[in-house]
């Protein structure tokens, strides 16, 4: 917004100088550089530039907001022919031609005159479209007029548009910054009540591995406390997560699931969204274990030219669709938000089994 302001402040300068030299084009080829100083010190030249530039800026930031732009279409042309009859009245090049017509230190009422070859002194020929009466037409403080009011609607119109343009992109931006913490807010206590639900389940047992639990837990509470609420995190951290996760679920899951996952790749400098790929685990352990039936996941990470490849697999152990849970559904939007144009997405649901194959491009 801040560029967009300073481009507008330039356009204002340049339009001006521009503006304000214009004169000079019509008038240069009559004058030397000395009547060229003591017009732009005229009063002729003032009267241009303050009747011109009047109507540029009373039209962009009072006629155009208050009455264009509130469709106000009749009340607007009648105050636009207002003030062309005031610049026809007034004729602000007309008296400018004029000055510019007599020699230096001539009144408007004094006859130029020049002189021929012998010397005999001779009056200039009058052009009757400088003459200023009552009945004559100034067309180009017409045209002036023309382009001022032209300049000022457009201008006025065009930062209206970037501005209702930059509202909805901020207003946009903000619905998704909304939705994304929603989103995140969502999947957490998700990961919390599972790994708690793990722990309990050891405690029942009395089992060894419950210190041990508490300690990947608190591990697991630590990542999405201080690091999941960034925007990106570095990679090896979200896949330490996961493997503490998984390490976790075997401690109460003991042998009654098969768990092979591997991590391949070079993990060094890249960083990806929090929690974006631990839905596919734990939806995984959520459907694909049952303690009397053989149960088997598998998982693998893989990192090659900047880009992460995610295998996520397991054997279906009751009949409910994998893609009904919350956190898939979640997951999907953040990848289509975060990740637009820069990740692929495929699901196998099938009868017995239920496969994950996600590619995103991290760079």
């Known amino acids: 917004m801040h560029k967009i302001n300073a481009a507008i402040f330039i356009a204002h300068i340049v339009g001006c100088l521009i503006f304000l030299s214009a004169p000079l084009l019509f008038i240069s080829k009559w004058s030397n550089g000395q009547d060229i100083f003591e017009l732009l010190f005229s009063t002729g030249y003032l009267v241009f530039c303050v009747t011109f530039l009047t109507v540029f800026y009373l039209n962009a930031y009072l006629l155009v907001p208050f009455f264009y732009l509130k469709k106000k279409f009749l009340v607007y042309s009648s105050i636009v022919l207002l003030l062309l009859l005031v610049v026809f009245m007034i004729k602000p090049f007309d008296r400018l031609a004029k000055g510019l017509q007599m020699p230096s230190g001539m009144g408007y009422h004094d006859t130029p005159k020049t002189t021929e070859g012998n010397g005999q002194i001779l009056p200039l020929p009058k052009d009757p479209n400088l003459q200023g009466g009552p009945g004559s037409i100034d067309p180009i403080s017409i045209f002036f007029f023309l382009l001022a009011i032209a300049l000022g609607l457009s201008i006025r119109t065009t930062s209206q548009l970037i501005a209702t343009e930059q509202r909805a992109a901020n207003a946009e931006t903000e619905k998704a910054n909304a939705e994304l913490s929603f989103l995140k807010a969502q999947i957490n206590p998700h990961f919390l009540f599972n790994s708690l639900n793990s722990i309990y389940a050891l405690a029942i047992r009395k089992d060894d591995q419950t210190a041990n639990a508490v300690v990947l837990l608190s591990d697991l509470m630590r990542y999405i406390i201080k690091d999941a609420n960034d925007d990106f995190v570095p990679l090896q951290k979200e896949i330490d997560y996961i493997s503490n996760y998984i390490e976790l679920q075997k401690s109460r899951l003991g042998d009654t699931v098969i768990?092979?996952?591997?991590?391949?790749?070079?993990?060094?400098?890249?960083?990806?969204?929090?929690?974006?790929?631990?839905?596919?685990?734990e939806n995984a352990f959520k459907y694909g274990v049952n303690p009397d039936k053989n149960s088997k996941i598998e998982l693998m990470v893989a990192v090659m030219e900047g880009q992460i490849r995610l295998y996520v697999f397991n054997r279906k152990t009751n009949s409910v669709r994998h893609e009904s849970g919350i956190g898939l559904k979640n997951t999907k939007k953040r990848l289509e938000m975060i990740y637009p144009q820069k990740h692929e997405l495929v699901i196998k649901d099938e009868r017995d089994s239920f496969t994950v194959h996600l590619l995103i491009n991290l760079k």
């Open 259 to 281: 768990i092979d996952h591997q991590y391949k790749g070079d993990m060094e400098g890249l960083q990806i969204v929090p929690l974006i790929l631990s839905s596919f685990i």
